[in-house]
């Protein structure tokens, strides 16, 4: 149901830039309109500057006007060994401003998908 989220997601880690930890990171965001914007980690050697994957596609569509977003999906790991890579907490608080409690996070380590929503994985999320 996912595959070609899943498929766009594997193409934005490639771009990864990862050289401290070496755990590449690609994202899908999937808008309401149905656009996909793509989003990887990116480090940086004083590691609190570095941004995550799903950040960077949910600023980068934010930056084009899009604000109503449908679903993520995220894959990542080393080398070539994908594993379940949920979202940090900084990512879930970002997803929470712009995303509804029904918004699907879709995790994906190789072979299997799992699928959640934001209020899954942020039951208590902050907003004002």
Sequence with gaps: M?????EVAKL????????????????????KTGKIFQGCNIENSALSMTNCAERTAFFKAISEGEKEFEEIAIVGGKDDELILCPPCG??????NEFCDKDFKIVL??????????????LPLGFKL
Excluded: H, W
């Design 108 to 121: 994906f380590d190789g072979k299997d998908e799992d699928v959640y929503t934001l209020e899954e994985i």
């Design 12 to 31: 934005a880690r490639d771009n990864a830039y990862a050289p401290y930890s070496n755990f590449k990171v690609g994202a899908a965001l999937k808008t």
């Design 2 to 6: 996912y595959e070609e989220l899943i």
């Design 90 to 95: 900084a990512c879930r608080q970002v997803m």
